[in-house]
């Protein structure tokens, strides 16, 4: 599908049709030396063989237990076409017809008639055939935890953004001079004038006398190597919800990290020390470093960097980047002493503390920068505070117990109510589920948010049922939206925003107009694999594991910005005929706009992903059921039998029957077992050492759990 039709030289005979994987046609042209037949071939194909219809699906799978649609949008009325999906018997476990099509050309659906197909009775795993009408066939996969081998691409692409380690991925070490960076200042202005209060060149002054500050480390935003205090925090704190949320799947995963700590809390660690260092002392908090002068850098390599030694960093005690640093470090404290690293937490709790009670002294207006006097470029205006500190409040509760910041938590969280938005630098729904747990009014502005979302993606052309408005990065936005749908339903067990979860994930595995995959990965066809950032763009020999497109934006926000893509736009690549004037997409090399990875949605991606594998073969995503909820003490655990790995299953009800299924960390089957009552089970010594997944169910629950085979 991504490949363009190229008629590179002649002759040429005809075209050969072939069948792939995403029900696409592609064309292989067969070389002959005659013209003629070429000519033939060529208008033949474009005048009777255009494709008129294509199959919109998960490319990386689905969870066994979960809604299951693929979308057939087309030119022409496919109605009353049969439809059928054959296992690898060849025999049909689902079919039906396609009835009149759901809606037509439109802000969301680029073709004239959609239809959708519901499997969701399919639970077993394995590959699936699936055929409507004459169209090619394509496989649907079923598998248990299709995204958790993406949660250590998604880790090592954030690695790669680190600044100033010499654990850095696919390039040098960078930025070493930023440990001596220029502090300046705001002249500080009437809040009435906020916007001219942040601009550059008359606001930012260095600070007299010269101060200096060690900013090193951190990480680069995005495809410039601007670090922001702002965005840093945001990629911490969800590294480590990441963490929180199902700690199973990265303790034992060590990949790239070279401390002590697995590649999870090592990358939470390096964002923990440099949100540290933004406090150097009680008078200054760094929230920038670097300004636009990395910008007109143009394209290199961050260790090829003219400012090295030269860099400025900008201070304020502006509350929404102080709030979020102290939510990050306080939830890191939590974690790190939990692991034993108590030095560590001690530090982080400090800092947490003594930034919380310098932003809720502070008199400051929010600051970011600039690129000039009167306006230019915006950094990361986050113009509102009470959420950031609502989310710093809930996480010192959480990490002392004391009853004063979840009394604030909740002050703070009744200022901002309900936020009609989801993105970067909104942090209502996250706080507010927070807190929840402390204080029940607090679902109410939840229900505000996620309600609307809901009704968003319900509107009767969005077959796609994605719940935020496009905007530039609309992909993030849609995420944060799921996020937040799921862990509502993981707090209250309410299950009626339970859908958006799953609708989201396959939009971003290929149940969209391009049919592509946002995730740069090898696992799956089809996917993203380019990337805006440098880094990538001057060494085209390394892939760009784990990046995560910004996505679909609308029509107008190219309309502002084509003229600043180098190299140009191309308008007339493939994707444009699945655009529309609100949804438009391209992968195109300068292309800002859509292919611009962020530190901020890969932790919204990392999250999301991370609430999605968590319950591998069972309900995912929120969607629950009852049924598979715990009942007993049944726990699983690996021994070693004379060189011989055994699973032995403890406090197996007796005569209890149960089936279980051993996943290697890529979601691969290695082992099942069926109606089994031996309560010790040998394994294969095919299966190598390492960590593995289990899913145990008998009649009465459904358990997962890791297990570490060692012989």
């Not at 640093?325 to 709790?349: D, N, P, Q, R, V």
Request: proline share 4%; hydrophobic share 35%; net charge neutral.
């Amino acid at each position: 599908m991504k490949k363009l039709i190229k008629l590179l030289a002649f002759p040429f005979t005809f075209f050969e049709q072939k069948p792939d994987e995403v029900g696409e046609i592609q064309y292989k042209i067969i070389h002959s030396k005659r013209f003629f037949l070429f000519t033939f071939g060529f208008l033949y194909f474009f005048g009777a063989n255009a494709q008129q219809s294509w199959v919109r699906y998960n490319l990386a799978g689905y969870d066994p237990v979960r809604q299951k649609i693929a979308i057939v949008m087309s030119e022409v009325d496919l109605a009353g076409t049969n439809w059928a999906i054959k296992d690898k018997t060849d025999t049909d476990v689902a079919s039906g017809t396609l009835s009149a099509s759901l809606s037509g050309k439109g802000d969301y659906m680029p073709k004239d008639f959609n239809y959708t197909i519901d499997f969701s009775s399919i639970e077993t795993e394995g590959a699936y055939i699936l055929k409507v009408g004459s169209l090619s066939p394509i496989t649907l996969h079923i598998k248990c935890q299709p995204y958790a081998s993406l949660l250590s691409q998604v880790l090592r692409t954030i690695r790669v953004r680190r600044s100033g380690s010499p654990d850095a991925l696919d390039h040098a070490i960078s930025h070493l001079g930023d440990s001596s960076c220029t502090i300046k200042k705001r002249t500080l202005m009437d809040p009435a004038q906020l916007e001219k209060s942040n601009s550059g060149a008359d606001s930012w002054k260095n600070a007299s006398p010269l101060e200096k500050a060690d900013m090193r480390g951190g990480y680069y935003d995005a495809g410039d190597y601007i670090k922001f205090t702002l965005t840093n925090a945001h990629l911490t704190y969800f590294m480590l919800r990441s963490y929180e949320t199902a700690p199973e799947l990265y303790d034992g995963v060590k990949l790239y990290s070279k401390t002590s700590l697995d590649d999870l809390l090592d990358n939470a660690q390096w964002g923990l020390d440099y949100l540290s260092k933004c406090m150097p002392d009680s008078n200054t908090f760094i929230i920038q470093t670097g300004g636009n002068k990395d910008h007109e850098q143009g394209q290199r390599l961050p260790e090829n960097d003219l400012l090295n030694g030269k860099r400025e960093c900008y201070a304020a005690f502006s509350k929404p980047q102080m709030g979020l640093a102290s939510a990050a470090l306080a939830l890191g404290a939590k974690i790190f002493a939990s692991k034993g690293l108590i030095k560590e937490s001690e530090l982080y709790k400090a800092k947490a503390i003594a930034l919380y009670r310098a932003a809720k002294t502070s008199t400051e207006p929010a600051a970011w920068w600039q690129t000039t006097a009167t306006g230019g470029e915006s950094y990361y205006p986050d113009r509102t505070s009470e959420d950031n500190m609502e989310l710093a409040a809930i996480e010192l509760y959480n990490l002392t117990s004391e009853t004063a910041y979840l009394t604030e938590a909740e002050s703070f969280g009744a200022i901002v109510a309900a936020a009609h938005w989801s993105s970067w630098g909104v942090y209502h729904m996250p706080a507010h589920l927070r807190v929840y747990e402390g204080n029940k009014k607090m679902l109410s502005y939840v229900n505000q948010d996620l309600s609307g979302f809901q009704t968003i993606a319900n509107r009767n052309n969005n077959i796609w049922k994605i719940p935020h408005e496009s905007v530039w990065a609309s992909l993030y936005s849609q995420i944060s939206v799921a996020s937040n749908a799921i862990q509502y339903q993981n707090v209250t067990k309410d299950k009626t925003y339970a859908t958006i979860g799953a609708d989201v994930m396959d939009y971003v595995m290929g149940r969209n107009p391009w049919g592509l995959g946002f995730v740069a990965t090898k696992d799956f066809s089809s996917t993203i694999t380019s990337s805006y950032a440098p880094i990538y763009r001057l060494q085209p020999n390394k892939f760009p594991y784990g990046e995560i497109a910004e996505g679909p934006a609308t029509a107008s926000n190219y309309a502002g910005n084509i003229q600043y893509f180098s190299p140009p736009h191309q308008p007339n690549l493939w994707h444009s005929q699945f655009n529309t004037s609100v949804f438009t997409f391209f992968e195109q090399p300068g292309d800002y706009i859509s292919m611009e990875t962020t530190i901020g949605g890969l932790a919204d991606g990392l999250y999301f992903l991370t609430l999605a594998s968590k319950n591998f073969c069972a309900p995912p995503l929120g969607i629950a059921d009852d049924s598979y909820q715990k009942k007993s003490e049944v726990s699983i655990s690996a021994i070693s039998n004379s060189g011989q790995a055994v699973l032995k299953i403890n406090n197996l009800e007796a005569e209890s029957m149960f089936d279980l299924t051993i996943y290697d960390f890529n979601g691969r089957s290695v082992a099942t077992f069926e109606n089994q009552k031996n309560a010790v089970l040998s394994l294969d010594n095919t299966i190598q050492n390492g960590i593995y997944f289990v899913s145990f169910r008998d009649r009465k629950q459904k358990i997962n759990t890791k297990i570490l085979i060692r012989k």
